[in-house]
């Protein structure tokens, strides 16, 4: 992007006229409000912006086949870097643009620290899920709502769908293991069967959220509809469920669930060691060498 910028872009000091192939630097429409959490951060006007430009830059993609016919074998070499440097980086766009609004679905210092309000030391098992999940939910349910007044005024594609339930469930998902490697200290056998209760409530309820009677399966126009139209069960369900499954993984196997599990972060894996016995319950030397793999995995990303 930078050198997209750098080759496209007129500097602002420049001398008037100073490239015809340079263009000013456009500035987004103050009709577009990319901070309005009642729009989503501008979520139409984003899937327009950004759609937009992955249309032209497929349709130039046709055309290079043709273009290539009309320029010297000495010159493609420019046409083929022009295509795999700029026209192939739109749709990576897509990400950061739909991040954007997928990150504040949910308030991941507030989730945190409703969480921590919980008695994860209780003594008895609980047949009911903690009182978090239920807001959890509804602010995805008012995600759902939202997306569904903005595909009544435009069409989303499928794609676009998908990335933006996929992302705003993975911070869900990640507040998850955070909160739960916060809460290790004071955890009880009873406590962790209560985190995996939370979780499976949550998992649950939102595959039905996101799709279980979706458009697309009732043979309705499926840009019309607001699910998400990935695979069941829902993503990145597993970086949870491992987190929690960790606690009962045999102290001889502690070493080999470290170096396979390198998507938490150090902090989420110490929690385990010195928290939660993981690896170590009866040997003090054993949490030593743990902690020391971890940190040596943390030097090597």
Request: charged fraction near 25%.
């Amino acid at each position: 992007m930078q050198s997209i910028h750098y080759s496209s872009i007129d500097a602002p000091t420049a001398p008037s006229g100073n490239s015809s192939l340079k263009f000013p630097k456009p500035n987004v429409s103050p009709v577009a409000d990319l901070k309005d959490p009642k729009t989503l951060r501008g979520l139409r006007y984003r899937v327009v912006a950004i759609e937009s430009l992955v249309f032209l830059a497929s349709q130039f993609e046709t055309m290079v086949p043709t273009l290539e016919s009309y320029i010297p074998d000495g010159k493609k070499s420019f046409l083929t870097q022009f295509v795999s440097h700029t026209v192939s980086t739109a749709r990576e766009l897509r990400k950061p643009a739909y991040c954007g609004v997928a990150s504040y679905i949910l308030s991941r210092d507030q989730v945190l620290q409703t969480m921590s309000t919980v008695n994860w030391a209780i003594k008895e098992i609980k047949s009911q899920h903690s009182p978090y999940v239920d807001s959890m939910l509804q602010e995805f349910k008012k995600y759902k709502d939202q997306i569904g007044e903005i595909v009544k005024r435009i069409p989303i594609p499928p794609d676009v769908h998908s990335m933006l339930w996929d992302y705003s469930i993975k911070l869900a998902t990640g507040c998850f293991v955070e909160g739960f490697s916060q809460a290790s200290k004071r955890c009880s056998n009873e406590g962790r069967a209560l985190m995996h209760l939370d979780f499976q409530q949550f998992r649950i309820k939102m595959e039905q959220l996101t799709g279980m009677r979706c458009a697309c399966v009732l043979g309705t126009n499926y840009n019309a509809c607001s699910c998400y139209h990935g695979n069941r069960p829902i993503p990145h369900h597993q970086l949870v469920e491992d987190y929690v499954k960790a606690y009962y993984v045999p102290d001889e196997e502690a070493e080999k669930w470290l170096k396979d599990h390198t998507e938490y972060s150090v902090s989420q894996l110490k929690a385990l060691v010195v928290n939660c016995g993981f690896g170590t319950r009866t040997n003090k030397k054993a949490k030593q060498r743990l902690l020391q793999i971890i940190d040596d995995m943390d030097k090597r990303k």
